[in-house]
Each structure stands twice: as structure tokens, then as C-alpha cells.
């Protein structure tokens, strides 16, 4: 299952650092079944937005802010890639970029 999850991790990684270098920014990390974005220029109120538009789209995003506890909220994202197969992860990926591009 590690060499399905490092394949998992890398795909979205890549995607994250190609499609959404102007909005997000990758925090590195080798371990674990999520990846972490923090936001470039967005508040948080407008990344629980396209989280929002990307649940409507089958597309489940954690929003960083959700998980302040006691400070300023950060804008950011949590991408889950545990339980998604492999082959379905670009879709999701282009499903959550369109969320973005229709960013009011």
C-alpha cells in the first residue's frame, strides 16, 4: 500500500505545484494520507467558498481554518488522498480548479 500511496502523494503534489501555484502554497511533507496548502492572496472566508463549490462538485476539501484553535484562522487547504483511487485523482483535481477559476 506505500508505494500506492507515495504514487497518490506525488500526483497530487504535482498537481498543487503546477495548477495552482498562484493561489496555493504546497507545505512539504513525505508522510501522511493528506496534503497541505496555504493560501498565496485568498482569506479564509473565500477558500471555505471554492470548498464549498467543490462539495457541490463531489470534491471533498478541509478547510485549514477549521482547525484554529485559539489563534487567527489560516487559509488553506487539507487534500485527502487515502481513499480516493489513483486514477480518479486528476479529475478531482480539475473539478476543484474550475471551484478557483469561478472564485467570485
Do not use: W
Not at 497530487?12 to 503546477?18: F, H, K, T
Not at 484553535?69 to 478531482?92: D, K, Q
Amino acid at each position: 500500500m506505500s508505494a500506492i500511496y507515495r504514487k497518490r502523494h506525488q500526483i497530487l503534489a504535482d498537481a498543487i505545484s503546477r495548477d495552482f501555484a498562484e493561489h496555493l502554497e504546497l507545505i512539504p511533507s513525505t508522510t501522511g494520507l493528506h496534503l497541505t496548502a496555504l493560501a498565496r492572496r485568498m482569506s479564509a472566508d473565500q477558500i471555505a467558498a471554492i470548498a464549498r463549490r467543490a462539495a457541490d462538485r463531489g470534491v471533498a476539501v478541509q478547510v485549514l481554518s477549521n482547525f484554529a484553535v485559539g489563534a487567527i484562522p489560516r487559509a488553506g487547504v487539507m487534500l485527502g488522498y487515502g481513499a480516493i483511487p489513483t486514477s480518479h485523482i486528476e479529475e478531482g483535481v480539475h473539478l476543484l480548479r474550475a471551484c478557483f477559476d469561478s472564485e467570485p
